[in-house]
């Protein structure tokens, strides 16, 4: 049976896509990529995360991915948008699951594909967990580029989640093209 683990990054931040991945494992990357500390995305350091993905990139794992933009998430809301990257992440994979084991509460609408969602799949299934790393990865990697075009904000160190120091230069310079003005938080509104 060949079962596809699916997970995102980025539901949270004020700015920046959310980037979802699905991933397909064999058993023998399973037990190579455990060894290597393969958990949760969240339990993780960065550089952790990277070698997991480099590791990943090298022994041939299957993945895709896929981003919605802020403009998609705003104009979608951010379920929406996740569901959206989550679908064509499964549709893109070289190979078609058998099964699709969703991290969360909720499946992945217009799929045709079986599913299950399991909420905190990320700690419980390789696949999910291997997905929420790969997704994490891309996320960061997209925010350190997006800090490049915006230096003001710095997008490299907080990745557009709303930290103190985002929020005070969001309150003191405005958002940018990659802000999602349907986000608020106190003391910060887009709009």
């Not at 990357?29 to 995305?41: H, I, P, Y």
């Not at 951010?78 to 991290?103: C, F, G, H, K, Y």
């Not at 999910?128 to 160190?157: E, N, T, W």
């Amino acid at each position: 049976m060949i079962v596809a683990g699916v997970d995102e990054a980025g539901r949270g931040p004020l700015a920046g896509p959310v980037v979802a991945a699905a991933v397909i494992l064999e058993r023998k990357e399973v037990s190579r990529l455990l060894a290597m500390g393969l958990a949760d995305s969240k339990k993780l350091s960065a550089s952790s995360r990277e070698k997991l993905f480099n590791e990943m990139e090298g022994i041939g794992v299957v993945w895709r991915a896929q981003a919605a933009s802020p403009a998609r998430i705003d104009r979608d809301n951010i379920l929406q948008a996740t569901l959206w990257s989550m679908r064509l992440s499964v549709l893109n994979l070289s190979l078609v699951p058998d099964l699709v084991v969703v991290d969360g509460s909720q499946t992945i609408p217009s799929l045709g594909i079986p599913q299950k969602a399991v909420p905190g799949g990320d700690g419980k299934v390789p696949a999910v967990a291997a997905a929420s790393v790969i997704a994490k990865v891309l996320r960061d990697r997209a925010m350190c580029s997006l800090d490049q075009v915006f230096p003001c904000y710095g997008f490299r160190h907080h990745k557009g989640y709303p930290s103190r120091e985002h929020v005070e230069i969001l309150r003191s310079v405005g958002p940018c093209a990659v802000h999602r003005r349907s986000f608020h938080v106190r003391g910060w509104s887009p709009v």
